[in-house]
């Protein structure tokens, strides 16, 4: 953790005294960075990530500029878009450099976490893609709370991948069965911040490439809401959307990088209350046609 170059959020320096509610806070969160992915979506024959790169100094800018500043910032996977296997390698090692350099100028007060997307641990995960991301961002599941609220990381690929690293699928069911064993003082809410989302709309939606698959997903679902989690943040699907599973609210936010749905690129700033959390789309363009206007769209 010591040697990332970036300033990620160390769940292992919040102390108990986060665990007490201390007022209401705000965070935001952002999904699929993915540099590299509009230049390979228009097969450009000397790719580079200028576009992406913009983009997310667009998105630092607004959080640094916020008052008062969001206690963190919260990329819910997809940093980069070349996959960590060794064909792609060269490309990753360059992406994940100008991944460093950008993220280096959000402001030293607001920690930065990042969540494991399938662009970053492969599609089909591998026990040396799981240590190349460990090295690059840290843990791909750990909790943290801050301001009384318990805020959990998870790693969406051992859902929607579970028998490719069976080993680290087991070890993280684990981790999310003993959270019931870290709630004391009780917090006033419990969040989850994941790549995939369980379901884009309905809980009982088919299966598809941007949800999890049934068998996973129900299961997950009702052992969510048992211990008391109550919202849920995803990306994956580079398009706003969401539902819910009985009151456990599930958001689906578009990307910083390449939208490929109906909204702009932007991110999401998050109000916690004491009672309830809330939480508005900042849009980074009008609509796509004026993102389009100004070049930073893959179709």
């Not at 963190?72 to 064909?87: R, S, T």
Request: charged residues 25%.
């Amino acid at each position: 953790m010591d040697n990332i170059p970036i300033n990620l959020l160390n769940p292992e320096n919040i102390t108990d005294e986060e665990k007490s509610w201390s007022g209401a806070f705000t965070f935001v969160q952002s999904a699929d960075t993915q540099l590299g992915l509009l230049d390979e979506i228009l097969n450009v024959d000397e790719p580079n990530w200028d576009k992406e790169k913009a983009l997310c100094r667009e998105s630092i800018k607004r959080i640094n500029e916020m008052k008062p500043k969001p206690r963190f910032y919260v990329i819910c996977g997809d940093m980069l878009n070349a996959f960590p296997y060794e064909d792609f390698r060269n490309t990753r090692d360059k992406q994940y450099a100008d991944f460093v350099d950008i993220f280096k100028s959000v402001d030293p007060d607001i920690k930065l976490i990042c969540v494991c997307g399938n662009h970053d641990i492969g599609d089909t995960p591998t026990p040396e893609t799981a240590r190349m991301y460990r090295a690059q961002f840290g843990q791909d599941y750990f909790k943290f709370c801050y301001g009384g609220v318990l805020f959990v990381v998870l790693n969406s690929q051992y859902f929607k991948c579970p028998d490719a690293i069976p080993d680290e699928t087991s070890r993280q069911s684990q981790f999310i069965d003993q959270l019931a064993n870290f709630m004391d003082p009780k917090p006033k809410h419990i969040v989850v911040f994941q790549h995939i989302p369980f379901f884009l709309q309905h809980p009982d939606e088919e299966d598809n490439y941007s949800n999890i698959q049934k068998e996973m997903r129900l299961p997950m679902l009702e052992k969510f809401y048992n211990l008391g989690i109550r919202y849920v943040f995803c990306g994956h699907h580079h398009g706003n959307c969401g539902g819910f599973y009985k009151d456990m609210e599930q958001v689906v936010t578009t990307a910083v990088g390449a939208p490929l749905r109906k909204d702009p690129s932007g991110h999401r700033v998050v109000n916690v209350l004491e009672d309830r959390i809330s939480h508005e789309f900042v849009p980074f363009f009008t609509n796509l046609d004026e993102q389009e206007n100004n070049n930073f769209m893959p179709l």
